[in-house]
């Protein structure tokens, strides 16, 4: 078969951290013979390159090139390049991994859609990715339709025809950005771009021992000469106008005018700040025309006309205004309905952990934001309560083990609370989280889920935990089978977020409330009231233990008003003689593997009946007895010090 995919890994010094890479790459679902991967070790002086040397002799996918150190990762990918068979090439760092099927995943997509280039969903551990590009899957992706733009890594997979019919590779030697000029590239002469957004297809992970490359601090100087080099790179591939324009916010947004907002500008050194300052303003005089600044948000525009007019003092003022302002997501309601969760929350900013009060009356940011940094507060402030019908509100789920985000569909109203002299800006966000897909449509892996909520309102967009709500008020949730799994909303201790526990922490999942109080047994016929909800009548099976094992079918039925369910299901008398049956539940009993809960009722069957009993407590029995033994013992040793001893 010809090779689909060539997978191209530069390495330098990963240590353990290349294992995960490894690992991952070995997992693929595409055939073995369909893909194959290349590492090229840039002169790694640690144990990597007899690992590799290793691995190439025991799989025949793996190859393992060895060069002299470059310096960076560009002369590596383009050596990988050179020897990649396959007609497609995936670049992945030696400190992340893939997820399972991501080649298999983002090769067919693209085929299928003509994509030049592949762009997968990501995750970030402790790593930023794009979210807004992965909201949803855009099988015809361009910078102008859809914001590609945000991910300029290389982590992408690219057809290898493409790139040698523009004679595309990575600039070479120790610098940076030189991923954001490669891709870049990519993105404005491919014929087609494809974002994969239902699959995760790479992870990002930020190491222990924070060495990835781009988490070392940078010169300022070197820094933004390159950057210059992906600005050169629009400007030759685009006209003038507000497609460059916008391509060119990006680097202002994220590179100058991120790094000089809020908390991040703030915890630096004043001399490294000014340093950092002094290059930013001069690119963003030498390179952006007004367009560009234009664009952004209030508070971006501030920050970006202030670099602009060199005001420095006022720069650092209001960062540290911006320092202060949070996100606060209360929940106000956590309920199922016909298999769908159901969450209601009020989220709204704060200042100094309380909530920010706007002024009564907004007013339009027009015209050049003010070089004064307490008039640009008010300028900011003055004009988000004018954009608040605006205002976005949405919840995610992150998967705690993979940070994988996903949104769940939402709707939003908005109100305005007077406060004194001003006004309170609340949203309430209904969100239904359909608990059989909450993966963005696909099932959801067993694990823990965060909640949280992301709110964009003119100036700034935030994200926080959905929580905690207040103790006396807090809701209830009950846990749900759906999608052939256990799906449990809890509270997380001590903070009270909000989180989804997936075929974990069964004792959590209420079944000790499944008392003989609420078993009924009338002839054969058992019913009880448990306290799983289930959308609609749900096969199941009741393991009767004593002597013997029986398996007993019986059927989980939405109880009135969404309370749970109820188990039916009908004894088998004449098996059950003369002895006390303990119970378990086996809420999938099609799954390959039977998962017992144990229920906290026994049946005891006499003279031919059968009545509900409290289960007994093993435990509590092997409690008891050591008890009696401790007590005994000190008997015995009081006894025996009051009997003389021979010759005393």
């Known amino acids: 078969m010809p090779v689909k995919v060539s997978v191209v890994v530069p390495v330098y010094n990963p240590g353990v951290y290349i294992e995960d890479c490894i690992a991952s790459l070995k997992r693929q679902s595409l055939p073995p013979d369909e893909y194959e991967v290349i590492f090229v070790d840039d002169g790694s002086t640690d144990g990597t390159p007899g690992r590799l040397d290793e691995l190439a002799t025991e799989d025949p996918r793996m190859r393992v090139i060895h060069q002299e150190n470059s310096g960076w990762s560009g002369k590596p990918r383009n050596v990988g390049i050179a020897a990649a068979q396959g007609e497609f090439v995936m670049f992945v760092d030696n400190d992340d991994y893939l997820g399972d099927e991501a080649l298999e995943r983002m090769h067919d997509y693209g085929v299928a859609n003509g994509a030049d280039v592949i762009v997968g969903k990501m995750a970030g551990k402790g790593r930023g990715v794009p979210i807004e590009l992965f909201r949803r899957n855009r099988p015809h ?24 019919d523009i004679g595309l590779r990575f600039p070479e030697g120790r610098r940076r950005l030189e991923d954001h000029v490669f891709i870049a590239e990519a993105y404005l002469r491919a014929k087609n771009v494809s974002v994969l957004s239902d699959y995760v297809c790479y992870y990002h992970l930020s190491r222990d021992d924070a060495s990835n490359a781009g988490f070392q601090q940078f010169d300022p100087v070197g820094y933004f000469r390159n950057l210059r080099e992906a600005l050169d790179v629009v ?22 005018v991120e790094r000089m907002r809020g908390k991040r500008f703030s915890k630096y050194p004043d001399d490294y700040r000014r340093s950092l300052f002094a290059e930013i303003h001069a690119v963003a005089v030498e390179r952006f025309g007004p367009g560009v600044a234009a664009g952004l948000p209030p508070a971006q525009r501030v920050v970006a006309a202030l670099i602009a007019a060199n005001r420095y003092d006022d720069v650092v003022a209001f960062a540290e205004w911006e320092a202060g302002i949070g996100l606060k997501a209360v929940p106000e309601a956590v309920t199922w309905e016909d298999g769908t969760l159901r969450v209601g929350l009020r989220a709204e900013f704060t200042s100094g952990g309380e909530p920010l009060v706007f002024p009564a009356e907004g007013a339009p940011a027009t015209g050049e934001p003010p070089l004064d940094a307490a008039e640009a507060i008010a300028w900011v402030a003055a004009d988000s309560v004018t954009r608040f019908e605006k205002a976005s509100g949405d919840l995610m789920l992150r998967d705690r083990a993979s ?5 769940q569909p939402v709707t939003v109203t908005r109100e305005t609370t007077p406060d004194g002299d001003g006004v309170r800006l609340v949203l309430r966000v209904t969100a ?30 935030k994200e926080c935990r959905l929580g905690p709500a207040p103790l006396d008020d807090r809701p209830a949730p009950q846990g749900a089978l759906a999608g052939g799994r256990t799906v449990l909303p809890y509270w997380t201790r001590p903070h009270g977020n909000l989180a989804l526990a997936v075929d974990r922490t069964p004792e959590r999942l209420g079944l000790d409330r499944v008392t003989p109080a609420v078993v009924t047994v009338t002839g054969g016929q058992l019913r009880a009231a448990v306290p799983l909800h289930v959308a609609d009548d749900t096969k199941v099976v009741l393991r009767l233990g004593s002597a013997t094992i029986l398996d007993v079918p019986a059927t989980l039925s939405p109880a009135a008003a969404g309370q749970g369910s109820v188990l ?18 086996n809420p999938f009993p099609d799954a390959g593997e039977p998962r017992h809960l144990v229920l906290p009722f026994a049946l005891r069957a006499r003279a031919g009946t059968v009545r509900a009993v409290r289960a007994p407590n093993p435990g509590g029995t092997r409690r008891l007895a050591r008890r009696v033994r401790r007590g005994l013992g000190k008997v015995l040793r009081a006894a025996k010090a009051r009997i003389p001893q021979r010759g005393k």
């Open 235 to 256: 400007e030759k591939y685009t006209e003038p106008g507000e497609v460059r324009d916008r391509l060119f916010r990006r680097w202002l947004r994220v590179e100058m």
């Open 141 to 164: 992706a361009s910078v102008e339709n859809a914001p590609l733009i945000d991910s300029l890594t290389p982590h992408k997979m690219i057809r290898r025809a493409f790139l040698d």
């Open 432 to 461: 239904s989280v359909p608990a059989a897909t909450l993966a963005g449509g696909a099932a959801p892996d067993a694990g823990l889920w965060d909640a949280l909520v992301r709110v964009r309102l003119g100036a700034w967009t």
């Open 568 to 585: 039916d299901a009908e004894l088998p008398l004449a098996e059950l003689r003369g002895a006390t049956w303990r119970v378990a539940l």
């Open 403 to 407: 940070a994988a985000h996903h949104f």
